[in-house]
């Protein structure tokens, strides 16, 4: 995945024209005033949301993103899901996993992440995998192998992990997708462009 975040779309044009077809945005707001004139011209590029949502911004995007790969909580799965069944735009979704249990990080804990898999379920989302982003304490694969042991546990056949400084460890460990910014874009902006 090509991760343009604060990037313009004058390079996300040029990845496109090159071939590549997924990217991932974190912000509702700004892949929103960026994706569309793209997809009018590509209509089989796929943009997957990375980002925290919050509840208020689910009706956007539902209608934006092919693939919510953050959720991470009840009350988000469940305006996904509501939005969802009100839209008939059924996406696939990931669970946000806090693989780390880090105390300020978003994503459900690793223990509980079975529980909410089923309530997901039972509310009627498609989830396909699991999503991490691990602690920066210098063992990138270690936490990488927790996500995988996971998701090999519950059975879900998709693994999103790994961004510019660690995806060849993300991929021996058994990434189904990298997530990759700076490598591909150069460094962000200090400040987003919306
Ligand atoms: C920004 C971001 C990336 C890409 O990070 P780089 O280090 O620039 O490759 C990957 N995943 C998430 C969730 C991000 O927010």
Redesign the pocket.
Known sequence: MA?S?THPAEPVAELLAAGQRLF?E?RVQEAGAKYPALRARYPDLQLHL??PLQTNKVRDAVALFDVIETVDRPKLAQALAAEMARTGRALRCLIEVNIGAEPQKAGMAPAETAGFLAACRAWGLTISGLMC?PPQDGEPARHFTALARLAGDLDLPELSMG???DFAAAIACGATEI?????LFGQ?PASPIL
């Open positions: 991760v975040k991932g974190n990375i980002g982003i961004m510019s400084g997530r990759v910014g700076t490598t962000r």
